[in-house]
């Protein structure tokens, strides 16, 4: 059975950041292109970050220099590192995972909201 598991999100502070986890099981993570997606209440879902096999990242313009996807294939888990936090990025934060023979699971997601 596939799972990916959120973590870490919560309500922060403009300007404030925050570390989101997602820890897959039941596949070879490895092989995998994972993403993040968010969610804003009304909007669709957008591609936010979003890291290939061979650790190669690409972001959102919106969050380019504020966020960092990184990838630990021993623990089989991605990390989105979100700092300079606004408004904006408030939404519920969803694991992606892509694989071989166009196969894809999504996370139950993360609720992520900026405020003061």
């Known amino acids: 059975q596939v799972q990916l598991v959120e973590s870490g999100g919560g309500l922060v502070q403009p300007g404030g950041s925050l570390r989101l986890s997602c820890a897959a099981s039941g596949i070879v993570f490895s092989l995998y292109n994972m993403g993040w997606y968010r969610q804003a209440p009304g909007k669709q879902r957008e591609l936010v970050a979003v890291i290939t096999t061979r650790s190669s990242s690409n972001y959102a313009d919106s969050v380019k220099g504020r966020f960092t996807i990184s990838r630990d294939n021993g623990k089989n888990t991605v990390y989105l590192q979100m700092n300079s936090l606004k408004p904006d990025d408030t939404g519920a934060y969803f694991c992606?995972?892509?694989?071989?023979?166009?196969?894809?699971?999504w996370g139950q997601g993360t609720q992520v909201t900026v405020s003061s």
């Open positions: 992606n995972a892509k694989g071989p023979f166009a196969v894809e699971y």
